[in-house]
């Protein structure tokens, strides 16, 4: 099972090593990422594999917006298939 | 991978524009429940919709963490209760008890089915449950009830709807206590359909299998920002606007409703292609119509909006889906309305004006407060209008009407949570009393030569 973790809030130091740290302490796996600055808005998605994951999926989210919240940033995360059936046909 | 702009597009429909599956409805057959001794009947009621919905909410909450999509409802739906009444003597009410104590035992918001298709005459059963509506109404919370009073091929009861005028009189002073709310959980139709998700007129058809997952979505403020974000847009850019993101709303539902039917392991019905709005801001089917360009809801011109707004979204739904049912359609309930009770307020929206407007969306007369002190024969008239509409034009046409007992004009009925607050509205006081006291039928209607 694949999901996208979406972060947006303002830009700061280290906000890709705390949540890529949290994704390694849980054993899911980033395939792929995209990040951007838009107008001070600090965007990213990432694309994880969570089938090997050592948390349930709930506990995978809180932990995530947990540390969100620590930096002042919004987390979600999200299965892959529902922006695939919302986006593509 | 899915690019940043879609990820925001779904993030930001969720969070900021209230996009939410608004129900899904398990479907349970109770044919197998009848027996002869009401007791024993009531026992296989409760024990199958204990059985069958056991996993239905945490199914459904799973489903909500997995995709962060919001499931507002979780509901279930049984074969109209007239069908066991009918074999099994005894007070009826004993049934609702059963419903309630099943939707306890399983943590679902409402189970729909206490009900009866009379829509050509009564049956053994129909008579007695549909009299029993306003006790078992008003000593359950989370039963609702639904009666089937005429269609496209059988013409109307005319019997039934008066009757209907009566049930609903009293349901609202049985529950004058509780702003009369057994009446929000009454629902009259014509061509009642059988797979429609959405309460209070939910109910599991006989063709319908033992067991289905039928979803209703929502989305009234995601086709509100889409349309918003076009101002100076023709009419056929606003349809092809509304009928693109109805197209995405409804995906979300197919999603949803495909992977609760795989998870509990029953078939998958159909997505209703819905636009439900709530009272919360920014959740108005009244604000779309605005956003197309009317002053307020109930303006000139808003029947023919709401027409264009009806085929877009289900334009859109339908290519969507792969199986599409239910009510289809844009709804609008006065009271669950922000934009609505708003118009009503200010004098913009009468009630002619919905009557119009149920013509061409789905439903009909929804959740509509009436004066308390309106005699049952004007609320029968009410019906059988509204039950016109659907007859002539082969749709499904509804009344929800809920008289304040004790209330007047102006006044507001606050049901409260995703009922809403329902302002009072007049009602044309000219009695029609010899007109719903002849009875019989209204015979079917030709469907040619339509003019």
């Known amino acids: ?89 | 991978m899915i690019n940043n702009s879609d990820i925001l597009e779904t993030i930001k429909m969720i969070r900021q524009e209230h996009l939410d599956i608004r129900a899904v409805t398990m479907g349970i057959s109770l044919l197998d429940c009848v027996d002869a001794d009401i007791g024993k009947s009531c026992g296989k009621v409760y024990e199958k919709i204990a059985r069958s919905a056991r996993n239905h909410v945490k199914t459904c909450e799973e489903i909500e963490n997995r995709y962060g999509i919001p499931i507002i409802n979780k509901r279930v739906s049984v074969t109209p209760i007239a069908f066991l009444a009918a074999a099994a003597a005894g007070n009826p009410v004993k049934f609702a008890e059963a419903l309630q104590r099943a939707a306890d035992a399983t943590g679902v918001n409402y189970v729909g089915g206490y009900g009866a298709l009379v829509h050509k005459g009564f049956s053994a059963g129909d008579g007695a449950l549909i009299e029993s509506m306003p006790e078992a109404l008003s000593v359950t919370s989370k039963v609702c009830g639904f009666v089937n009073i005429g269609s496209t091929r059988a013409g109307i009861n005319m019997d039934a709807v008066a009757l209907m005028g009566e049930v609903i009189l009293k349901t609202a002073r049985a529950t004058a206590g509780n702003s009369c709310f057994g009446a929000a959980k009454l629902v009259v139709f014509c061509n009642a359909v059988e797979d429609n998700p959405f309460m209070a007129g939910a109910f599991h058809g006989t063709g319908e299998p033992d067991c289905v997952i039928n979803v209703g979505v929502s989305g009234p403020g995601v086709v509100r920002s889409a349309v918003q974000k076009s101002p100076g847009a023709d009419i056929s850019e606003i349809a092809e606007t509304i009928k693109r993101t109805a197209f995405k709303i409804t995906r979300m539902g197919q999603l949803v409703g495909t992977e609760a039917a795989k998870a509990l392991g029953i078939p998958f019905g159909i997505v209703d292609l819905s636009l439900a709005p709530t009272p919360a801001a920014g959740d108005s089917v009244a604000h779309i119509l605005e956003e197309i360009g009317l002053e307020k809801c109930g303006a000139h011109g808003t029947t023919a909006a709401l027409a264009l707004l009806n085929d877009a979204v289900k334009k859109g739904g339908v290519m969507a889906s792969s199986h599409v049912g239910g009510l289809s359609g844009a709804f609008i309930p006065v009271s669950e309305d922000a934009g609505m009770i708003d118009a009503v307020t200010a004098g913009a929206l009468s009630l002619e004006k919905l009557e119009a407007m149920t013509a061409v969306c789905s439903v009909g007369l929804d959740m509509v407060v009436v004066p308390g002190d309106v005699p049952a024969p004007v609320i029968s008239a009410i019906i059988a209008d509204e039950a016109a509409i659907g007859m002539v034009n082969n749709k499904t046409a509804a009344v929800r009407v809920v008289p304040a007992i004790g209330k007047k004009e102006g006044e507001i009925l606050d049901f409260g949570g995703l009922f809403g607050s329902g302002p009072v509205m007049g009602v044309n006081r000219f009695s029609p009393e010899k007109f719903i006291g002849r009875g019989g039928r209204i015979p079917a209607p030709l469907t040619s030569v339509r003019n």
């Not at chain 1, 890529?20 to 796996?29: E, G, L, P």
């Not at chain 1, 792929?32 to 990432?46: A, G, H, K, N």
């Not at chain 1, 709930?58 to 940033?73: Q, W």
């Open chain 1, 1 to 89: 099972m694949r999901a996208v973790i979406t972060v947006t809030g303002k830009d700061a130091v280290g906000i890709l090593a705390k949540i890529t740290a949290v994704c390694a302490s849980a054993n899911v796996n980033v395939i792929d990422m995209t990040q951007t600055v838009m107008q001070d808005l600090f965007v990213m998605s990432m694309l994880a594999d969570i089938s090997k994951s050592n948390v349930e999926f709930p506990a995978l989210s809180d932990n995530l917006k947990e540390c969100g919240r620590e930096m002042a940033l919004e987390i979600h995360v999200m299965h892959e298939d529902i922006f695939n059936s919302m986006h593509r046909i």
